[in-house]
């Protein structure tokens, strides 16, 4: 069955542009997270929503970021006026209900910014 | 603040010889806590929840165990394709809290 699909899966970016990132849950999940993971490292929480509603945005790192799910399906993380310290691999996970269930990653998207 | 320590952060096997991965953690309430396989390019594998002490769950050469501060993943035999790294995450509200993972490289 279709997993979780991320695109695009590579991108370079110069400083200053602003990116979006989108996201493609497992169909029927209600709950969806962006990660973000710097390179040798665990990822790290970014944002969830449980359809369309963002119930938490705690770890967005700053107010470059946003993200959207307006009709509770596809999701989209936008960077604006990326930094070289934006690059990193951001994942996105769905999960069938509540987070409690398991989530279920997509590849990726591996972000540049030069 | 919840926190997670793996360990080792890298560790290299001979084809066969068996060991343990370390996840250890400190969370506020405890509701579940994942293991996920990750290869290079690719987005986490999930493997195993758990989710009381003295909880265990098998699959194949894998077996996970969980006590109130760890969680172990145990390796029996292991093969070449056995290699990845291996994150433990914890749930204690309404995200995943990772570790930085455990590097395990399979040698024939």
Request: proline share 5%; aromatic share 10%.
């Amino acid at each position: 069955g279709a997993g979780v699909s991320q695109s695009p899966r590579y991108k370079v970016a110069k400083r200053g542009q602003d990116v979006a990132l989108r996201c493609d849950p497992i169909s029927g999940h209600v709950s969806l997270f962006w990660y973000q993971q710097a390179l040798g490292q665990g990822p790290e929480f970014l944002t969830y929503f449980q359809n369309e509603a963002q119930l938490d945005k705690s770890g967005l790192p700053s107010d470059r970021f946003f993200a959207e799910r307006p009709e509770g399906s596809v999701s989209t993380l936008k960077i604006q006026r990326t930094q070289q310290e934006d690059s990193a691999v951001y994942l996105c996970a769905s999960s069938l209900v509540s987070g409690k269930e398991t989530q279920y990653f997509g590849p990726g998207t591996r972000l540049l910014v030069l | 603040e919840d926190q997670v320590t793996q360990s080792p952060e890298a560790l290299r096997l001979q084809e066969g010889e068996s060991s343990s991965l370390n996840c250890s953690y400190t969370v506020s309430g405890l509701r579940g806590l994942f293991w996920y396989r990750q290869d290079p390019g690719k987005g986490p594998e999930f493997l195993f929840t758990l989710y009381s002490a003295g909880e265990e769950k098998e699959k194949e050469r894998l077996k996970a165990t969980l006590t109130k501060k760890e969680s172990f993943l145990h390796i029996t035999a292991p093969k070449p394709e056995d290699s990845a790294t291996y994150l433990c995450a914890v749930w204690p509200a309404s995200k995943l809290t990772f570790g930085t993972g455990t590097r395990l490289q399979v040698t024939l």
